[in-house]
């Protein structure tokens, strides 16, 4: 059985339907990713996930838990986090204290395995997370949702809007955050640094699903190959 399952997701906002019937899997301790490029829905399917949107029809079950009615604090409770695109980040307050918010009930529990994880961090607890470089909010989004102890992480475009020499950081990071034994779903438009660190993936296009398999096999395959990577397989 899959961590997370999902199953005939339909999402709409007010009469136009922006997700039909979306099937899709994360394997324990697996990454997925999600392609498409903008406006093909990979933010509301994300968000239905995280029940900040809600299924006009269909299932998502979380280690066998159907929690498609559930809000979004009680997800949260059951383990399941999402780093949200755009780093929405609480600029005023310091990095310390965005990281205390998303301990939550866990208080600071997971503090040191977490700036293990972002040494880089942990040498700006105390500034201001609003002037920290794009890279390193990007970190602290992350790092952020990682404090509640999360079982599956969410990463919506983690790498939009970086600086190219922060892209391939984000996505080891990832990598590495795999290793400590999560599963991640991540969404992103770049193609390339997504499938080099996948399991698995698919290819979202106008709100269904219209390609999905392993992410080395779709690496090769050549119309992702046109579409997503500039006509150059070996990129990978």
Known sequence: MSLLEIRGLTVAMGVQEILHGVDLDVPERGIVAVLGSNGVGK???????????????????????????????????????????????????????????????????????????????????????????GGEQQMLCIARALMAKPSILLLDEPSLGLAPKFVKGIFDLVSQIRQEGLSILIVEQNAKAALRIADRAAVLDGGRIIMEGEAAALADDPRIVEAYLGGHAHAI
């Open 43 to 133: 933010t509301t399917l994300m968000r239905a996930i995280s029940g900040i949107y809600r299924a006009k029809a269909g299932t998502i079950r979380f280690k066998g838990e159907d929690i498609t009615r559930l809000k979004s604090n009680e997800i949260v409770a059951r383990g399941l986090l999402q780093s949200p695109e755009g780093r929405q980040i609480f600029s005023p307050m310091s990095v310390r204290e965005n990281l205390v918010i998303g301990g939550g009930r866990h208080g600071l529990a997971e503090l040191d395995r977490v700036l293990a994880l972002f040494p880089k961090l942990g040498e700006r607890m105390g500034q201001v997370a609003g002037s920290l470089s």
